[in-house]
Nanobody, 128 residues
Framework: VQLQASGGGSVQAGGSLRLSCAAS????????AGWFRQGPGKEREFVAA????????RYADSVKGRFTISRDNAKNSVFLQMNSLKPEDTAVYYC??????????????????????WGQGTLVTVSS
């Protein structure tokens, strides 16, 4: 599956952005998905994940209560709504998908190595 992330941009602290991740090549509905980010000089880190069934969500502590991951199988897409943005949220954000395999529909994955398909990244810059 090919992934295309979009929706990044520059906002002031306290603002909001909605990232989209559109899939092509195969349906995303059977895949667990996640968002990761990589800030300047930092390693790629987990942000949020959604199970392939869509019922289980998980967030990094740093974004809990501010970010919401969701999916729309009809649009073959996954989204990340980001509210109350902080300067420390500045990073390139990547979406990722994991092929179904034999995992439960309710499993979520938090490690970059758990995912085999990645989008190209979209830059989010939050100014103070």
């Amino acid at each position: 599956v090919q992934l295309q992330a979009s929706g990044g941009g520059s906002v002031q602290a306290g603002g909001s952005l909605r990232l989209s991740c559109a899939a092509s090549g195969r349906t995303l509905s059977g895949c667990a998905a996640g968002w990761f980010r990589q800030g300047p000089g930092k390693e790629r880190e987990f942000v949020a994940a959604i199970s392939r069934g869509g019922s289980i969500l998980r967030y990094a502590d740093s974004v809990k209560g501010r970010f919401t991951i969701s999916r729309d199988n009809a649009k073959n897409s996954v989204f990340l709504q980001m509210n109350s943005l902080k300067p420390e949220d500045t990073a390139v954000y990547y979406c990722a998908a994991r092929a179904p395999g034999n995992s439960s529909p309710s499993t979520v994955w938090e490690r970059p190595a758990d995912y085999g398909n990645w989008g190209q990244g979209t830059l989010v810059t939050v100014s103070s």
